[in-house]
Nanobody
Framework: QVQLVESGGGLVQAGGSLRLSCAAS??????MGWYRQAPGKQRELVAT???????NYANSVKGRFSISRDNAKNTVYLQMNSLKPEDTAVYYCNAKVVPYGNDDWGQGTQVTVSS
């Protein structure tokens, strides 16, 4: 199990940008990613990235969000552009220490997009 510490959330106007960061306390050999949960909704996948750099995005964020990873720093990033009010949610960092292993979660960071 590792500790995941997120940063970078905040309040932004529609059309703006934010960059989220998530630093792990140890080496992550599996995938890292971001999920989000809006009030009254289930947690949903936003984007994931493997250690080798293969990415996967939710259809709702394709073309607007970009996930990247620095393996030397055990850190994953989420660049969010062209933000919409419907992107408002708590964003959670996720990591698997080993591929197909258990999920570790960060504490979440609030992203609020005003119209």
């Amino acid at each position: 199990q590792v500790q995941l510490v997120e940063s970078g959330g905040g309040l932004v106007q529609a059309g703006g940008s934010l960059r989220l960061s998530c630093a792990a306390s140890g080496i992550i050999f599996g995938a890292m990613g971001w999920y989000r949960q809006a009030p009254g909704k289930q947690r949903e996948l936003v984007a994931t990235i493997t250690r080798s750099g293969s990415t996967n995005y939710a259809n709702s964020v394709k073309g607007r969000f970009s996930i990247s990873r620095d393996n030397a720093k055990n850190t994953v990033y989420l660049q969010m552009n062209s933000l919409k009010p419907e992107d408002t949610a708590v964003y959670y960092c996720n990591a698997k220490v080993v591929p197909y292993g258990n999920d570790d979660w960060g504490q979440g960071t609030q992203v609020t997009v005003s119209s």
